[in-house]
C-alpha cells in the first residue's frame, strides 16, 4: 500500500551497526583463547576465497577503543557484536578463560561510557572444535547442555549491564552450510544429519532463552534469522504453490518453531515421506515453546523467486556465487517442489544478491502478520568492492543508496504497523566475509588491508559513515 504520510521512527529506535567474532577481533589464540571450528576449517586448502582467515581480522580485539571511538563519532545507539565461545570456555565447557570475560567486559564498558547499547550475540557460528571433536556438536543433543553452561556464565558476567541479546545468529545458514552444502565447518553433505543438527540447534536455543528468563529477567532476547522472502516467478498457480513451500521449507521450518514451538506440517510431512525427518523426543516441543523470544532478529539481505519444479526437475545445487562475477550463480532446487529463478525486475550485486529494499518490508510484514512478535534487524547491508582513493576517501555512494532505500522501506513498515525495535547495518568497519576474503566489503569504515597483505590495518571512514551520522541524528528523517 501506499502511504501518503509515513510516521517517523520510534523514540529510543536502535540505529545501530552489526559484526562478528571470528570476522572482526583477530587475536586467534591470544589471552587464553581456545580454537573454534573456524580456526581449523579456514586453514584446510581451498575453503575459502584466497585461503583468507581470521587470524587477524580487522584486530579488532586490540584496536576495540579506537573502533568505539569511531562508534561515538557516528552517534551510534547501538552495537551489535558476538561473543566468541572458546576465549569464554578454551574447551567449549568446563574452565572459565578469565581474559575473555574481561575482554568482552571492557568492551562493554567502553561502550556504555559513550551511550551505545551493546547488543551480544552469543553465537556467530564459531564453536568450540573441542566440541566438534568431542561428539560432533550441533550433531549430538549435548550441545544443547553446553551451550546452556556457556550462556549462563555470559548472563551472569554481562547481563547487568547488557538489555538486548541474539541467542543464535543465522542458524538456517550455519546449519545448512555446514551440514548441506558443506561449505561451512564441518563441511557435511547429508540432509537427514542437517536436519538432525538443526533439532539439536533448536534445544541449544530454547534452553538459553529459559535460562535468560531467569537470569536476565528484563533483557530482550531473540534468535537471528537469515530471511529471504520467496517470490512467485509468476502468478501461474503453480508458481505460487512452489514459492509457498520455498516459503515454508525455508522459512517457516525455523520461525514457527521459535515463535510457536511448532513444525510446520506439509514440510514435516515431506522429510517424513523422505526418512529424513529428525527425532523429535517427548518434551522438546514444550521446551521450544518454553524458549519463545521477545523478538525476532532479522538478518535480510534478499528475496528469492521460486517457480514449480518438475519431479525430474533442477536438484540441490551445492553452490553459490564466491567469485564476485557477475551472473555466475545458478538454479537449484528441490525436484518436484521448486527451483530458484532469476527475477526481472531486481538488480543483482556482484555476487549475484537481489537488491530489493521492498522485500525488506514484505519481509517486516510477513514476520509481523504471522508471529505477531516485534522485529529488531540485526543485519542489513551491502558487499561490494571498495576503492580507497589517493586523498584516504572511499566513495561508496552505491552504500548509500542501497541502505537509504532499505531505511525507507522500514519507515512504510513502521507506518503499516510493524513493531521494530531498531536497524543494525551489517557492518561497522569493514571485516572478513566467511567465504569471500576481504575484498567484499560492508562497512562505514574501511579497513587497509588485502587477504595475503596486512598493510597497516588503518582505519578510514567512507562517505557512508558521514551519511549515516546524519541519518541517525535525524532520527531517520534525513535520508
Ligand atoms: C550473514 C552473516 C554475517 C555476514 C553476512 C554477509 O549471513 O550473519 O556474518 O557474513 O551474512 O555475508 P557474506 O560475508 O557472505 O557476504
Not at 578454551?90 to 575473555?100: T, W
Amino acid at each position: 500500500m501506499f502511504h501518503e504520510e509515513l510516521k517517523p521512527f520510534p523514540e529510543h529506535f536502535l540505529w545501530g551497526s552489526a559484526s562478528a567474532a571470528y570476522q572482526v577481533e583477530g587475536a586467534w589464540d591470544s589471552d587464553g583463547k581456545g580454537l573454534s571450528v573456524w580456526d581449523i576449517y579456514a586453514k584446510l586448502p581451498g575453503t575459502t576465497f584466497k585461503d583468507s582467515n581470521g587470524d587477524v581480522a580487522a584486530d579488532h580485539y586490540n584496536r576495540y577503543k579506537e573502533d568505539v571511538a569511531l562508534m561515538a563519532e557516528m552517534g551510534l545507539k547501538a552495537y551489535r557484536f558476538s561473543i566468541a565461545w572458546a576465549r569464554i570456555l578454551p574447551e567449549g565447557r568446563g574452565k572459565v578463560n578469565e581474559a575473555g570475560i574481561r575482554f568482552y567486559s571492557d568492551l562493554i564498558d567502553e561502550l556504555l561510557s559513550k551511550g551505545i547499547e551493546p547488543v551480544i550475540t552469543l553465537y556467530h557460528w564459531d564453536l568450540p572444535q573441542a566440541l566438534l571433536d568431542e561428539y560432533g556438536g550441533f550433531e549430538s543433543r549435548r550441545i544443547a547442555d553446553d551451550f546452556d553452561e556457556y550462556a549462563r556464565i555470559c548472563f551472569r558476567s554481562f547481563g547487568d549491564r547488557v538489555r538486548y541479546w541474539v541467542s543464535l545468529n543465522e542458524q538456517n545458514i550455519f546449519i545448512g552450510f555446514g551440514y548441506m552444502t558443506g561449505m561451512h565447518p564441518p563441511g557435511v553433505k547429508d540432509k537427514k544429519r542437517m536436519l538432525q543438527a538443526n533439532h539439536n540447534a533448536f534445544l541449544a536455543n530454547a534452553r538459553a532463552i529459559r535460562s535468560f528468563r531467569e537470569l536476565v529477567p528484563n533483557g530482550k532476547i531473540g534468535p537471528s534469522f537469515a530471511y529471504s522472502p520467496a517470490y512467485p516467478r509468476t502468478s501461474k498457480p503453480e508458481d505460487i504453490l512452489a514459492s509457498e513451500d520455498a516459503e515454508e521449507i525455508l522459512s517457516h521450518w525455523w520461525m514457527d518453531v521459535y515463535a510457536w514451538g511448532t513444525y510446520p506440517k506439509a514440510a514435516m510431512d515431506l522429510y517424513r515421506s523422505q526418512g529424513i525427518a529428525p527425532e523429535v523426543l517427548p518434551g522438546d516441543l514444550e521446551l521450544f515453546r518454553e524458549g519463545k523470544p521477545d523478538f525476532m532478529g532479522l538478518n535480510y539481505y534478499q528475496t528469492t523467486t521460486y517457480e514449480a519444479n518438475p519431479l525430474d526437475g533442477v536438484g540441490e545445487k551445492l553452490e553459490m556465487n564466491t567469485t564476485g562475477e557477475k551472473g555466475t550463480s545458478k538454479s537449484t532446487g528441490i525436484p518436484g517442489v521448486y527451483r530458484t529463478s532469476a527475477n526481472d525486475y531486481l538488480e543483482r550485486t556482484n555476487w549475484d544478491w537481489t537488491i530489493d529494499p521492498e522485500g525488506l518490508r514484505v519481509a517486516l510484514r510477513r514476520i509481523t502478520g504471522r508471529y505477531n512478535l516485534p522485529v529488531l534487524i540485526t543485519e542489513n547491508g551491502l558487499g561490494e568492492y571498495d576503492k580507497l582513493t589517493g586523498d584516504d576517501k572511499v566513495h561508496d555512494d552505491y552504500r548509500i543508496g542501497y541502505l537509504k532505500a532499505h531505511i525507507l522501506a522500514c519507515r512504510e513498515a513502521v507506518t503499516d504497523g510493524v513493531e521494530l525495535l531498531g536497524y543494525c547495518t551489517w557492518s561497522f568497519t569493514d571485516l572478513l566475509s566467511w567465504l569471500n576474503g576481504y575484498q567484499k566489503r560492508y562497512g562505514f569504515v574501511y579497513i587497509n588491508r588485502e587477504e595475503t597483505d596486512l598493510k597497516d590495518l588503518r582505519r578510514v571512514r567512507k562517505d557512508s559513515f558521514h551519511w549515516y551520522r546524519r541519518v541517525i541524528e535525524s532520527n531517520g528523517e534525513e535520508l
